[in-house]
């Protein structure tokens, strides 16, 4: 197996806060430099200058910026200034440089809360005249770039471009092939009840020193992974059933994967105090060979070797298990995080978007890609890069996605629906799951319990939203032409 980039594997989506703005200066080699002469071919504008705002992450991010935007000031002459926002308050930072008309001509936006909160206030400006056919083929075509479901657009408007693949989101089975082979286990789990015969055979044979499973943290969140598989993937999402427009966190397969968790739990066949877990805990369990198997995010596949360099020979990559009757689901294929947005106000907008339209470039996206290991939006550069073998592995799984409507992207009614929904607490299934697992209580009571709050809900908001004259109706929420065996595409 070849080796493993050392560097963390991490994920392009950051957090965002509400403290207090922190931000410094840097300046491309530490000074304002003469705009250098643009190279043959660049296609770029001869001259001008662009500020950017950018975090400092991943680790390392500051000077691999630095470099890029060395690059394209030598290929355009366009000299790029970069203000640094710290990682966890860039949407508070950014909305004070706005209030006070000193925003960057390029921000890192940091996903659809933000730069739809932006764009309601006039601050972005609209991209849709600078996309090209070139621009759309390097993001997947015309089906990636539909208004509908790219995740870039809002309104109509092209407002963002990417970083990260839309297959980023959902992750692996990993799985330790050292403690496979003590177990006598020659293959990864297939079905849901292989899964479980294969988790309590690794912690029986553990005796404490490793366990089969655990979940990757206290909400126990990965059980949606299993029902993705076995029925519609908006239920993993909302929990709604698109194709009825009914609440369905009571769905048969919901509950099966729920009630999968807690008789595991029960049998104490879950690693000792997973209910305390976040972050990167679960990476840590896995790099110290405590687990045979792990249900995590791509990162965290990276950030596990990273610990310890050792365990890459030991990793293995394998789909999601499928129920025993067979799959009836996938994975939901993500719609873009939007990431670099163009200021309404920028000085230069042709420069401005010089700076954009690199940062979708191969030079960009693959150097991005070598670098932190992540996979970049635009899927070429890192599909012709070298990979490892896990890596060539995480790919393959990947590809076990497909489009789905997304309330998010929708019309005005469905957002205002499912802004509504996830904004209440009361029926955020994270507070039910964890509680059926860890106390060894019946779910499907809380599930339909939480399911008829929703249903409340959804007429409630409905009916505010026509009050409004926003027309709203369940007919917004029903999909009856979806296949989730089958890509999605909007009407």
Known sequence: MSKFNRRAVLGAGLGVGAAAALSGCNLIGGKEEEPAPRSSGSGGSSGGSVTIGIVPDPAGASQWYAAQFKSFTEQTGITVKVIEYPSAQIRNALELAYQSGDAPDVVRAQGTAAVQAFDSRGWLADLTEYADQDVIDRLGGADAMNPQTSGLHFGGKLLSLPLVSRKWVNGPLMYNTDIFSKVGLDAPPATWSEFEQFARDITEAGKGDFYGFSPGSDTAGEYKWLQAQASPNSIQRYNLNLITGEAAEADEQNVAAVELYRTLHADKIFEPGWESWEGTRIAQEFAKGKLGMAMVGNWLVGESVKLNPAIEEHIGIADIPVPDSGRAGYFAQAPFQPIWSMSADAKDKDASWELMKFMISDEFQRGYFEEFRSFT??????????QTDIEKAQSAVLDNQLAAPDLRLGNEAQYEIITALTAEQAI????????????????????EARDKMREELIDKTIDDLNDKGIKASRDDLVFADWDPMTDWTPA
């Open 377 to 386: 939006a635009v899927e070429s550069a890192w599909q012709q890069a070298d």
């Open 428 to 447: 955020n299934d994270a507070d039910g799951a964890p509680q059926a697992i860890t106390r060894n209580q019946d779910f499907r009571p809380m599930a």
